[in-house]
C-alpha cells in the first residue's frame, strides 16, 4: 500500500519562504510522476507542480519563478521549495503521486502553507 507523509507546512510573513517535503512509502512501480497539489480556502483544489520520475517539470503560471520542485527517486521524496511568498499561496497543500503527471492516483493527508500580508 501506497502512504505520502507531508511535512513543512506552516505560518509565514508574506515574502518569506519555506519548503515542503513528502516522503513516499510502499511498492511504487510503474509510478512516473510526483507533485504538489493546493486546495485554498474556499477554492477548487488545483496543480502546483509536478515532476517525473526523469526529472522533467511542469508548474502552475501562479508559482512560475518563485516555487521549485526537485525528487530524489532513491529516497522516495518529492520537495517543493517556495520563495517569495504571497498571502494567495495560503492553502492545504498535497503531495501526490501518479503514472501521470497531472492524473494522480494517491494523495497525501495535506500539510497547511499560511502566508500573512
Known amino acids: 500500500q501506497v502512504r505520502l507523509v507531508e511535512s513543512g507546512g506552516g505560518l509565514v510573513q508574506a515574502g518569506e519562504s519555506l519548503r515542503l517535503s513528502c516522503a513516499a512509502s510502499?511498492?511504487?512501480?510503474?509510478?512516473?510522476?510526483m507533485g504538489w497539489y493546493r486546495q485554498p480556502p474556499g477554492k477548487q483544489r488545483e496543480l502546483v507542480a509536478t515532476i517525473t520520475t526523469d526529472g522533467r517539470t511542469n508548474y502552475a503560471d501562479s508559482v512560475k519563478g518563485r516555487f521549485t520542485i526537485s525528487r530524489d527517486n532513491a529516497k522516495k521524496t518529492v520537495h517543493l521549495q517556495m520563495n517569495s511568498l504571497k498571502p494567495e499561496d495560503t492553502a492545504v497543500y498535497y503531495c501526490?503521486?501518479?503514472?501521470?503527471?497531472?492524473?494522480?492516483?494517491?494523495w497525501g493527508q495535506g500539510t497547511q502553507v499560511t502566508v500573512s500580508s
Open positions: 510502499g511498492s511504487l512501480f510503474g509510478i512516473n510522476a
Open positions: 501526490t503521486l501518479g503514472l501521470l503527471p497531472t492524473t494522480p492516483n494517491y
